[in-house]
């Protein structure tokens, strides 16, 4: 097989969210088809009527495109293919590769119980054996039934490119339901029909599908064409070691968006779960992702999903971020548009390049507006406890400061900082005793971006505003001398 014919594709149901597990599985199709110069599809598998939402399915789009995991050509839905997948039950059931079976739910469920309890049960083939006058019979007194593949005697083996060779004995599979008795097709049958019809040449999935790859080898087999080449991942694990879910906080990759994650750092961390980039302190694009992936590195053990990580990923994601992307990002949030669109887009780019290295998520860089460009702060007691100061002389201070930065003609960083290192000389204080109340003045807060910085981000007539409403907070309230 050529690599032209390389065709994958990323097959979820839209009875739920596109969750993280799902997101390395189409992030790992992607690479493999863009690496071997081949084909990425999206099939959305939405035969199970009752519980598939065109809400889901537009979800699971979406979330795909934010990551920018783009199909070549548009998605395909299953359940607009159910004619070619009866057919193909009706032709394996002409052949006798399959059979109606006429036992209801009701007996099927009294032979898997025994003593009341519920048993490990197969279907023991009741009806495979069914007379030609049985059948018409039950057909004739319209007896619901079902059309089961008729699984052949020996062992089903294939070679997984993550796994190796993989086998199993016949005698272990059931004798699965291709038609359900409404005539609808099942998982195994719609996959099968699928995959034929789109020349998938390769199946990148989870390990939770190895079960359903020897069925559907069967079924290749049994409709005369060749199966793709199958690799299975290992499932990602929470920190207890336990498959990933809700209740280790598990989330839609769209919740990973409302939460002010980076796309990029989503696409990076994933490709750390079970797989190794040549450089782990890099945050990667796709391209360059691509250039060096392989599927055969893969590891088949199940890798742990960390939260910290994924947070360090993404803080570093911001930190080599262009401001004006991060600005753009911002501006859909239509409240913070409103609020900041009036300023000049160099003040806003410049106060995100200041503030930038220490935000962890997106949504972090919106309080750092409402700082640094409200014309009042409300100072926080809570907060400003952690300072530990002595008022008078912290007044003291701050008013010298304040009265030395109105006297200068060149107001900037290296003047003010030129100053403030004079007055903790002529005072015989340590800089702390000036620098932390300032930052708390000028910022409401004890943590945060370089006071020079500041300084020259707000101007001149900022921080001498600021000072003084500092100044006049220190004497409006009761504090410790």
């Known amino acids: 097989m050529s690599e032209k014919d390389i065709i994958v594709r990323f097959a979820p149901s839209p009875t739920g969210h596109l969750h993280v597990g799902g997101a390395r599985t189409a992030l790992f199709n992607y690479l493999f088809a863009k690496k071997e110069g081949g084909k990425f599809l999206l099939r959305i598998e939405d035969t199970d009527k009752k519980r598939s939402t065109s809400e889901m399915s537009m979800e699971i789009i979406e979330g795909l495109e934010w990551l920018g995991l783009i199909p070549d050509s548009t998605p395909l839905y299953q359940s607009d293919n159910v004619e070619n997948h009866t057919e193909i039950a009706k032709r394996l059931l002409a052949e006798n590769r399959a059979y109606r079976c006429f ?45 089961r593949f008729k699984v052949p005697q020996g062992e089903t083996r294939f070679k997984d490119r993550i796994h190796k060779e993989v086998k199993i004995n016949n005698s272990e599979i ?38 359903n790859t020897f069925k559907q080898i069967l079924l290749f087999l049994a409709i005369g064409k060749k199966p793709p080449r199958y690799s299975h991942l290992p499932l990602i694990m ?3 070691r336990k498959k990933l879910s809700k209740r280790h906080g598990e989330t839609s990759i769209l919740e990973f968006r409302k939460k002010g994650y980076l796309p990029e750092a989503l ?156 007055i903790v000389e ?13 930052r708390f003045a000028l910022t409401n807060t004890t943590v945060s971006p370089s006071i020079f910085e500041i300084i020259d981000f707000l101007g001149k007539d900022n921080v001498s505003k600021r000072i003084k409403g500092f100044i006049e907070f220190l004497n409006t309230n009761v504090l410790s001398d």
């Open 267 to 422: 696409v990076t961390y994933f490709s750390h779960l079970s797989w190794s980039p040549p450089d782990h302190k890099k945050i990667y694009d796709l391209k360059t992702l691509t250039d060096d992936f392989k599927l055969t590195s893969i590891s088949k053990n199940s890798p742990i999903f960390d939260h910290d990580k994924l947070n360090f990923i993404n803080s570093k994601a911001i930190k080599g971020k262009d401001p004006i992307k991060i600005l753009e990002i911002l501006f859909k949030n239509n409240e913070f548009e409103k609020k900041y669109k009036k300023y000049e887009v160099s003040k806003l780019k410049d106060l995100i390049e200041m503030v930038k290295p220490r935000m962890k998520k997106i949504h972090d860089f919106i309080p750092q507006f409402d700082i640094f460009l409200s014309n009042f702060i409300d100072y926080d007691k809570t907060e400003f406890n952690k300072l530990k100061i002595e008022r008078k002389s912290t007044v003291s201070y701050l008013e010298e400061l304040e009265n030395s930065l109105n006297l200068i003609t060149d107001f900037n960083k290296t003047n003010v900082e030129i100053i403030l290192r004079k």
């Open 103 to 147: 036992c209801s739910k009701e007996e099927e469920d009294l032979r898997r119980s025994e003593g009341g309890k519920v048993v490990s049960f197969m279907y023991d083939r009741t009806c495979l054996n069914l007379s030609s006058d049985e059948i018409k019979d039950n057909l004739k007194n319209k007896i619901p039934y079902v059309i």
């Open 238 to 240: 929470g920190p207890d």
């Open 426 to 438: 002529k005072r015989k204080v340590k800089s702390g005793d000036i620098i932390h109340p300032l």
């Open 174 to 211: 059931e004798d699965f339901i291709l038609l359900r008795s409404d005539g609808s097709p099942t998982y195994q049958l719609s996959v099968v029909s699928d995959d034929i019809s789109m020349k998938i040449s390769d199946v990148i999935r989870g390990d939770d599908h190895l079960s």
